[in-house]
């Protein structure tokens, strides 16, 4: 199979960063948490930091980085990372630079933020006032008010919002060879709220890739909780836009959280919510690749964190006859994890499966020291 | 889901074979993520060892057979170790795909994942290798690229069974005429091995490449099944009840045309009855849906029928034989016994042709018209192997016979002594493949052709190419001064020790012409030190025969086929292109061959009254260049050659300078004679005796013109005077600025030829 696009999911623990790699050389980074204990040498998380720079080999930007919303797991360790433009100090040669940020509304409006996330909203913010290098997801309503209080006309920058239901600007199928399909946030949710749950307003895109007429499906679930799902695929249904919750790949939400897919973890198995039961039991494309950014499944019953056993189980039920539920953490082995990465290409999805020789391994670094 | 894995479970310290054990240890290990060890499993009756085990391959999501993320094989190590382990898939709906091995049970599916020999990978044979090798047949299989697409599709039968040998159009003719063709119903095939009970493989009747004498003692018959996408047989038939079982699954009724072909030969044909029969089941199969079906020689299976013809019958309820051997026809047909007909597999294989041979050399077939003159040991070779490449129509010419010393170093063997060598070697490339690439073997020879004259001319004068293999100037000078043809020539031979080679090739446009390529190769032997001792050693003779001429010379078949297979591939090379070449090779003691390419220059005739002159570019650069490194004075030197008596042309190889004690003047020049004997008796030597002194040059001062002065006169009488003492014409040549000048005779001017610009 011939490889156009390549999707690139980092082992992070429960935390997120997707590399989107174009055919066309684009490159699209989503999310970005560089969870690894750098001083204990048992946490198997990878380097993310020196990972991509490697990866980038003298690259000095991607043209896209996305925060699906603001949370530690989706951002810790950006404001090291990244070249930002609203403030000197992080403006480095060695800084990655953002040709396009993505955010969801909420990483403007909200208001007392720390650490990265406040930093990635005052870049937002930046580049919002500064009217170039963003994308804000929200209905554009709800940004008028926080606009008028910068002395800005919400019209004059109306064109970097997309709203849900939308295509993002930019990004064309036959061009670009893929197109973004915006899901959430969407209006229903924060207008109904005065606070904001930055899970539930998660940004989640649907993304159509294009090789020589065929395509691949993903949906890149961020970290959206089961009303918020459920809502997305209710709308979507309604509207008739049936392709747009069809996958073949699908970047779970939420670190396999039951949460994700119904209010009760249930005993052995979560029961999804109806509409979400539809995404999964009926829309998923043959041999589809269940992704999640997550932990091993741990063995302690009572952990409140995710990932949950119960949600792996009805994952993979969803994928028992074809396809395949992969965890991030896991891949290919617990004991060494290594990028998942996935090729999309005339085959649709395949995940890079190649062992690497001994030799080969023996050889890229440099050998322990020998002698008396 | 998954059916048993052989043998019962066994713990891995239980396991003898090493391989089995290894295998077991590295995936217990946990060191290939995409392996994983589920079972260990032991035979205690055969010794055979089990590893069942999970593998995960890379997948796309669209596959064309569909292989799933983890499959579960069991992979089965004999104790010998001397055959493939066996891998099988365990999974009891794992599809029907190319590379599969032949069972006898459908299920579980064994997978074919080598083309090596066993004895070969065992070499290198790691469980890690193993493992892979097995993630890229699943992984290649999914994406329905284990084929490719040149490659045949697969042989619903694989192993070693006697194969069965068809000429290339045979299938084509079958499938033309249908079930109710000839072609299909009856055709000769001849057993080949020691006895009956050894025969090693069947070949249908081709006289051409067979003995006349030999006759068919085997019946074949076809059976020609509708296209389909798939193989068909998928377990390996037993007995004929299960063969008429498969072909009733495509709608024919094998055993009803059976019973017709059986009747009819037996009232054709009364030795019919006592020979064996070859079934052929052809199964046109098409690759893709909608596409035209392909008709590959892997597309027919063959089965050899262990009865005769006359057991056959009976079995098939035909007929009853009765006490003394005689058949008594059953009337409305007998019972059905065919589960009693035992069947074996043979292997239907295709002839080589001429195509095919050129494609498993990596060359391209080529048609051009070829006369090889001369098949002696040199070459021989050379056209067995420019034949084995696809390359060339043929004509052969040679009148010698072939000796039984001759069989030392040459292709033939002492099968053919006695014989004239091109009648044996036209029998012996004949039969390399299918096609006839000799179209005609003439025992003769081109210097004294006698009533073969008009035949000899006709095919020179329709080659393409003429390729002397003569080993004798006269015959190379005779094809390319003497033959009304067009072709393109080239000479092949050896020094007289048999250690160096050398390629005279014409360029396609024959500007450069053989003759003249002949003289620069002298020239070259005398410019290059290294290839010196070309005609120096002449090797030792042995006597063959009575004759005074029965000797040979002492040459080595290695060397002699090594230059074979030298000579073959640059003549091939060469001929595609159209530039002359002139090249030696030499045999070092180091056992390598050193190759010396020399540039072949323009060549110059000139006609004159006596005899004609022949010179080239490189004899003019070197005149013009001693002349003006002497100028204002006029200087000179000694005419190198080499004649042609017969045809009265005076070849010029090299001129030498003047000698040091020379004087050179304005006005005149006295070549003087320091070391000029010597070098004159050492171009001698070099060129085997080939060039000598035949005359002189001088140079005459810019504004002066060429035509011969008084003193001119008297030095070429002077020549005269000596030349005549060998009995050879006397040659003097003058330099001018723009022009040459050849005198021949003491009266007249001579010839004045101008510079080229």
Redo the contacts between chains.
């Keep these: ?1 011939e490889c156009m696009h390549k999707l690139t999911f980092f082992p992070l623990g429960n935390a997120d960063c997707c590399r989107i790699d174009m055919e066309s050389g684009k490159q699209i980074l989503l999310d970005y948490a560089d969870k690894k204990c750098y001083d204990d040498a048992s946490d198997k998380r990878i380097a993310l930091r020196k990972r991509l720079k490697a990866d980038l080999n003298g690259r000095g930007y991607y043209d896209v980085v996305g925060f699906t919303h603001l949370d530690d797991d989706h951002v810790i360790g950006s404001s090291e990372f990244f070249y930002l433009e609203h403030a000197a100090c992080y403006q480095s040669n060695e800084r990655v630079k953002i040709n396009e940020l993505w955010v969801p509304a909420a990483a403007i409006i909200e208001d007392g933020l720390e650490d990265c996330a406040r930093v990635i909203r005052q870049e937002a913010r930046h580049r919002l006032r500064e009217g170039r290098g963003i994308r804000v997801f929200s209905r554009p309503e709800l940004l008028r008010s926080w606009l008028e209080g910068e002395g800005i006309s919400l019209e004059s920058r109306a064109h970097l919002i997309t709203d849900a239901g939308n295509l993002i600007p930019g990004w064309n199928k036959s061009y670009d060879g893929v197109e973004f399909f915006v899901h959430s946030p969407f209006a229903t949710r924060l207008d109904d709220c005065n606070l904001v749950d930055r899970n539930k307003d998660s940004l989640v895109l649907h993304g159509t890739f294009s090789v020589a007429g ?1 395509d ?1 499906k993903v949906f890149f679930g961020g970290d959206v909780h089961h009303e918020g799902l459920e809502e997305i695929v209710r709308i979507t249904r309604y509207h008739g836009r049936e392709e747009r919750i069809e996958s ?1 790949i699908v970047k779970l939400p939420h670190h396999c959280s039951y949460l994700s897919l119904g209010p009760d973890k249930g005993n052995d198995c979560t029961v999804p919510t109806e509409n979400i039961a539809y995404l999964y039991e009926k829309k998923l ?5 269940l992704v999640s950014s997550s932990r091993s499944i741990p063995s302690d019953e009572n952990d409140v964190q995710p990932p949950h056993k119960q949600a792996k189980k009805y994952y993979t039920n969803c994928v028992k006859v ?3 539920f992969e965890i991030t953490m896991e891949h ?2 617990a ?2 994890p290594e990028p998942l990465v996935i090729e999309i ?11 690497s ?2 030799a080969a391994i023996a050889t890229a670094a440099p050998a322990p020291r020998a002698g008396a | 889901m998954y059916m048993d894995a052989p043998g019962t479970s066994a713990k891995a310290d239980e396991l003898i074979v090493s391989k089995a054990r290894t295998l077991a240890s590295y995936l217990e290990s946990g060191k290939h993520p995409y392996a994983t060890l589920i079972d260990i499993r032991r035979d205690a009756a055969s010794g055979v060892e089990t590893v069942v085990f999970d593998v995960i391959a890379e997948l796309s999501q669209i596959r064309v057979n569909e292989v799933l993320e983890r499959e579960r094989l069991a992979a089965s190590f004999a104790p010998a170790d001397d055959i493939f382990p066996e891998v099988i898939a365990l999974r009891d709906d794992f599809p029907w795909v190319p590379h599969l091995n032949q069972r006898e049970v459908e299920l579980p599916r064994s997978l074919c994942l080598y083309e090596l020999p066993y004895t070969t990978l065992r070499l290198r044979w790691t469980p890690t290798v193993f493992v892979e090798r097995i993630r890229e047949w699943l992984s290649l299989t999914s994406e329905g690229k284990l084929h490719q697409d040149d490659q045949p599709l697969e042989n619903i039968f694989l192993g070693q069974f006697p194969p069965l040998i068809f000429p290339s159009n045979f299938l084509t003719s079958i499938l033309e005429g249908g079930n109710d063709g000839n072609a299909a119903i009856r055709f000769g095939v001849y057993a080949v091995g020691d006895s009956p009970e050894g025969i090693t493989g069947f070949v249908v009747t081709d006289p051409k490449m067979h003995q006349v004498s030999m006759r068919p003692d085997h019946i074949a018959t076809a059976v020609i099944a509708p296209a389909r996408k798939h193989g068909l047989i998928r377990k390996t038939p037993q007995n004929l009840r299960q063969i008429i079982e498969v072909m009733q699954d495509v709608d024919i009724d094998l055993l009803s045309i059976l019973r017709q072909r059986l009747r009819q030969w037996k009232e054709n044909d009364a030795n019919a009855v006592a020979a064996r029969i070859l079934l052929l089941l052809i199964f046109p199969k098409y690759r893709e849906e909608g596409s035209p079906p392909e008709t590959w020689e892997l597309d027919i299976s063959g089965f050899l029928l262990l009865d005769p013809v006359r057991e056959v019958g009976a079995k098939l309820g035909l007929w009853q034989v009765m006490p003394g051997g005689t058949l008594a026809m059953l009337i409305g047909g007998g019972e059905d016994h065919s589960p009693d007909i035992a069947v074996q597999i043979v292997n239907p294989v295709k002839q080589l042709t001429k195509a095919r041979a050129a494609l498993f050399n990596g060359t391209q077939p080529n048609d051009q018209k070829m006369v090889m003159v001369g098949v002696g040991a040199l070459g021989s070779m050379t056209f067995e192997n420019l034949v084995r490449k696809g390359f060339g129509t043929w004509s052969i010419v040679d009148d010698d016979l072939m000796m039984p010393h001759n069989v030392a170093r040459h292709a033939l063997t002492a099968l053919a002594a006695g014989a004239p060598k091109v009648t044996g070697m036209k029998q012996m490339i004949e039969t390399v493949y299918e096609e006839t690439v000799v179209t005609s073997a003439s025992r003769v020879n081109v210097l004294r052709p006698g009533s073969g004259e008009a035949n000899l001319t006709t095919i020179l004068g329709e080659a393409d190419v003429i390729f002397d293999c003569s080993a004798d100037v006269a015959a190379a000078r005779r094809i390319t001064l003497d033959c009304a043809s067009n072709a393109r020539r080239l000479s092949l031979f050896l020094s007289p020790d048999g250690e160096q080679m050398v390629l005279l090739m014409e360029d396609s446009n024959r500007e450069i012409k053989l003759d003249a390529l002949e003289i620069q190769f002298y020239r070259m032997l005398l410019t290059t030190p290294s290839l010196q001792g070309h005609y120096a050693s002449v090797g030792s003779k042995i006597r063959y025969g009575r004759s005074c001429r029965d000797l040979s010379a002492v040459l080595s078949a290695d060397s002699i086929s090594s230059f074979a297979g030298i000579g073959s591939k640059v003549a091939e090379r060469l001929l595609l292109g159209d530039s002359a070449a002139i090249a030696v090779w030499k045999t070092e003691s180091d056992t390598s061959i050193s190759a010396t390419w020399e540039s072949p220059r323009r060549d110059f005739r000139l006609p004159m009254e006596k005899f004609s002159v022949v010179w080239d570019e490189g004899i003019l650069d070197k005149l013009r260049w001693l002349r003006g490194e002497k100028l204002p004075r006029e200087t000179g030197g000694a005419l190198l050659g080499c004649w042609d008596l017969s045809r009265q042309i005076l070849y010029v190889v090299d001129v030498t300078g003047a000698p040091e004690d020379s004087i050179e003047r304005p006005t005149a020049f006295i070549r003087g004679s320091k070391d000029l004997p010597r070098w004159i008796a050492e171009t001698s030597r070099i060129t085997g005796r080939s060039v000598e002194y035949v005359g002189e040059w001088h140079t005459h001062p810019n504004g002066c013109p060429t035509s011969p002065s008084n003193d001119d006169r008297k030095v070429f009488h002077w020549i005269e005077e000596h030349l005549s003492i060998d009995g050879l014409p006397p040659a003097m040549l003058i330099v001018g600025e723009t022009e040459l000048r050849w005198l021949t005779t003491e009266d007249g001017n001579g010839v004045a030829w101008k510079f080229p610009n």
């Design positions: 199979m065929v691949t073949d494309n043959g041999n589809a690749i074809t396809g395949t290919p082995k004991s060494a290409g005339t085959n649709r999805g395949r995940i890079r499966r190649a062992f020789p001994g």
